[in-house]
């Protein structure tokens, strides 16, 4: 991707275990663009933003929960989002859980699904309802499930 697309990306770093399987999950899985690596990080496109999978030897353990630690993407187009998860579902990627509605009728109505890497890191994908609430409604004060 050598077009500039947006004036500010985000970036964010992750431990993985081995590259190859990063790839699989990032590349063939998600579709993200591979951009430098080495045999020990791997930087990749996620729809114009920079992650970077580092191997690490430190032990990665699952979280209980979805909570406190996960990432992901927020779809301003509903049709983005389901192309998405129509092509997680596709490729078999492991949902952590599956494509549901949040909040449904209030002003933070939202869809989303999170799924999990081969070294439990969780992504979340979602498409809200009312694009204000993505940053607004704030008198609406749930965020998240209850844990």
Excluded at 15 to 30: H, M, N, R
Excluded at 56 to 61: H, S
Excluded at 109 to 127: A, V
Aim: with cysteine; hydrophobic share 35%; glycine share 6%.
């Amino acid at each position: 991707m050598n077009k500039k697309t947006n004036s500010v990306l985000f970036h964010l770093a992750f431990p993985v275990k081995d590259i190859a399987q990063t790839k699989a999950f990032y590349v063939e899985g998600l579709g993200c663009e591979v951009g430098r690596e080495s045999p020990s990080s791997v930087i990749l496109n996620l729809y114009g933003h920079q992650i970077v999978a580092h191997v690490t030897n430190e032990p990665l353990t699952p979280q209980k929960t979805i909570y406190p630690r996960h990432f992901g993407l927020i779809f301003t187009e509903e049709a983005d989002w389901e192309t998405l998860l129509k092509r997680a579902q596709e490729k078999q990627l492991t949902f952590r859980e599956k494509a549901k509605r949040r909040f449904p009728g209030m002003p933070a109505e939202h869809y989303t699904f999170f799924l999990e890497d081969p070294f439990y890191n969780l992504l979340e994908f979602k498409y809200y309802v009312h694009y204000e609430a993505i940053f607004g409604e704030r008198e609406f004060a749930r965020v998240g499930d209850s844990i």
